[in-house]
């Protein structure tokens, strides 16, 4: 279903309503372009708005089209024919207005004919032409305007002044702000029997670069669309890895208020199930279906096939639990080495604790006043046996002390 999109119309145009089916797990492409509009800046904008006036006539019988005037947005005039400079002109406010309507001084016979007002915005690819029929006459009573079912008809007395409306008022004649943030595509989502006005809010994209995603993530990593769009016209919704969750309508909104365009493009998106090649299992050598078991619950165009083990099947088993063992004993032989090992540094560590302690001899105190020294001279090494040997080395070992008895007597006594 196509319809023709109307910039006059300030609501959204539906431009084109689509069915798109697609399998599960695969992309789909909601295709939406636009080559009415040109989405880059173009600094020339006194030279992309321009007004001109033609004639087709038959006065000469050679029935053409002459070029009588035209006028750009920077106000200047051009007039083609000599004869009619000062005779038929436009407003010099006509690109501010919005009023384009053509006069004509002192009309004569050869002005009779089909006029057409051409007016052309390149930037925003808006072309419209309005067309007017003229005839003269030389009875002021016949003199009057109506309309022949296709374009407004004027007959005007000779010799009297003529005009041609030509008005359009629409916005796009003035100048407004910067066209990249006049020029705007959104994408929006209605689930199944969710109305319009409650849809979700996808994607908007602005043609300064602004970029806008909504919804969680997963859903703005699966619908996207490209970074070159505003330089090559296609707006285009790739959705990845299709699933029933994203069955609904989509819709393409196309915005530039500058222009004055407002275009809608809406797809149904429907996701199917992909066809896959049916196989048929023989399960027994005589070429004789299995029974059907009545306690097994068949699901829709869903068949169960049991396949018996094969032979690698068990071998891959066994493969598992091999590697599995191996893995255990290669963990069981490094505690055992790092245990090992920890003992060992332990044992080294009780050895020097407390086998090598170094002993602090300043915390023994040993009174020697009463020690006699002996003299090195009175130490014999010959011997005549080993009794006078020992006790050579108990004198030398511990001296004797001389004992006096008498002192506890003199103690009382003095007492």
Not at 13 to 21: A, G, R, T
Not at 58 to 72: A, I, P, Q, V, W
Not at 293 to 318: A, C, K
Not at 336 to 355: A, D, I, M, P, S
């Amino acid at each position: 279903l196509s319809v023709p999109a109307d910039a006059s119309n300030p609501d959204s145009v539906v431009v084109s309503v689509l069915n798109i089916s697609g399998t599960l797990g695969s992309q789909a492409v909601l295709p939406c372009k636009s080559y009415r509009m040109v989405w880059t800046q173009d600094r020339l904008n006194d030279r992309q708005r321009v007004v001109h006036w033609d004639l087709y006539s038959n006065y000469y019988g050679d029935n053409k089209t002459e070029r009588l005037c035209d006028m750009y947005s920077a106000g200047d005039q051009r007039i083609y024919r000599s004869y009619n400079q000062g005779r038929i002109f436009m407003p010099q406010n006509a690109f501010i207005d919005g009023n384009f309507s053509l006069v004509i001084k002192d009309v004569a016979e050869s002005d009779e004919g089909t006029y057409s007002c051409n007016l052309h915005h390149h930037y925003c690819h808006l072309y419209e032409t309005v067309k007017i029929q003229l005839a003269i006459t030389k009875k002021a009573e016949d003199a009057h305007q109506y309309w022949d079912g296709e374009k407004p008809v004027i007959v005007a007395l000779e010799g009297s002044t003529a005009m041609l409306p030509c008005v359009n008022r629409k916005q796009i004649w003035t100048e407004r702000h910067s066209e990249e943030e006049q020029q705007v595509v959104h994408w929006d989502r209605q689930p199944p029997g969710v109305p319009h006005d409650r849809a979700d809010r996808l994607i908007d994209l602005y043609a300064s670069g602004e970029r806008r995603s909504y919804g969680p993530l997963f859903i703005r990593q699966k619908m996207n669309i490209t970074n070159t769009a505003f330089a090559v016209g296609d707006f285009s919704l790739r959705i990845s890895e299709l699933e029933s969750a994203d069955e609904g309508t989509y819709s393409c909104h196309l915005h530039h208020h500058y222009c004055g365009l407002h275009e809608r493009r809406i797809y149904q998106v429907f996701v199917t199930e992909p066809v896959r090649e049916k196989k048929v299992v023989n399960l027994t050598t005589h070429n004789v279906a299995p029974a059907i078991d009545p306690n097994v619950v068949r699901g829709h165009n869903v068949i169960n096939v049991i396949i018996p083990e094969s032979r690698m099947h068990f071998f891959q088993q066994l493969g598992y639990i091999l590697a599995t063992l191996l893995l255990f004993i290669v963990i069981l032989i490094i505690v055992v080495l790092v245990t090992r090992k920890r003992r060992q540094r332990g044992y080294e560590y009780n050895v020097k604790k407390y086998g090598e302690k170094d002993v602090n001899l300043k915390e023994f105190t040993v009174d020697t006043t009463d020690l006699t020294q002996y003299k090195s001279e009175d130490i014999r090494l010959d011997y005549k046996n080993n009794i006078l040997k020992e006790k050579a080395e108990q004198a030398r070992s511990f001296p004797a002390k001389n004992i006096d008895l008498d002192r506890d007597f003199r103690k009382e006594y003095c007492k």
